[in-house]
């Protein structure tokens, strides 16, 4: 079965940065588009970066530039690295893999950008 285990969230200061991990297991992670989408409170989960099986990265706009996806598939893993954080950064950040028409969630990971 698939499994996504996000961590890495955290308190960080306006500026600071985070790396958020995805573990994935129970399907072939080199063959899927891996994804992160992140749910502020009282709004709606919205797509953050998408990385491509081949590698080509897309970005939502308020990130770009300060946000970097990547994977390594010998380790079957998903990174978020997130720099020059801002308060509206706050969300739990959630891993996604939509496989046979299944889209598949992690747990989440809280952060939480605060002075």
């Known amino acids: 079965q698939v499994q996504l285990v996000e961590s890495g969230g955290g308190l960080v200061q306006p500026g600071g940065s985070l790396r958020l991990s995805c573990a994935a297991s129970g399907f072939t992670f080199s063959s899927y588009s891996m994804s992160w989408y992140r749910q502020a409170p009282g709004k709606e989960r919205e797509l953050v970066a998408v990385?491509?099986?081949?590698?080509?990265?897309n970005y939502e706009d308020s990130v770009k530039g300060r946000f970097s996806i990547s994977r390594d598939n010998a380790k079957n893993t998903v990174y978020l690295q997130m720099n020059s954080l801002k308060f509206e950064d706050t969300a739990v950040y959630y891993c996604n893999v939509r496989r046979a028409w299944v889209n598949y969630w992690g747990q989440g990971t809280q952060v939480t950008v605060s002075s």
């Open positions: 990385i491509g099986s081949g590698g080509s990265t």
